[in-house]
Nanobody
Framework: QVQAVESGGGLVQAGGSLRLSCAAS????????VGWFRQAPGKEREFVGG????????YYGDSVKGRFTISRDNAKNTVYLQMNSLKSEDTAVYYC?????????????????WGQGTQVTVSS
């Protein structure tokens, strides 16, 4: 099974930036699209966006389009989420997972389980 470990979260002021990292654990992300998700208190998990295995294709949800950028370094087996122009409504726990394709919010069937995520808090 493929697991994922998220890091890089923190407290940032509105308008600021953060870069999150997602590292594969157990097995690699080789050949897999990877997605970022987030869950705010009292809300359902939301699909933020995804990136193809090659990195040549990306998809973003409307709420983050133009502000967030997903990239990956396959040599390091790591996927990144660059978040700019952060807003208070971006406050959430952020998770990553290998997904069916870069536009899909469905984790792959060989995805183990959700990790602890990384907390992002944006103060206004």
């Amino acid at each position: 099974q493929v697991q994922a470990v998220e890091s890089g979260g923190g407290l940032v002021q509105a308008g600021g930036s953060l870069r999150l990292s997602c590292a594969a654990s157990g097995r690699t992300f080789s050949g897999y699209a990877v997605g970022w998700f987030r869950q705010a208190p009292g809300k359902e998990r939301e699909f933020v966006g995804g990136i193809s295995w090659s990195g040549g294709s990306t998809y973003y949800g409307d709420s983050v389009k133009g502000r967030f950028t997903i990239s990956r370094d396959n040599a390091k087996n790591t996927v990144y989420l660059q978040m700019n122009s952060l807003k208070s409504e971006d406050t959430a726990v952020y998770y990553c997972a290998p997904i069916v394709n870069h536009k899909s919010d469905r984790p792959r069937t060989d995805f183990g389980s959700w990790g602890q995520g990384t907390q992002v808090t944006v103060s206004s």
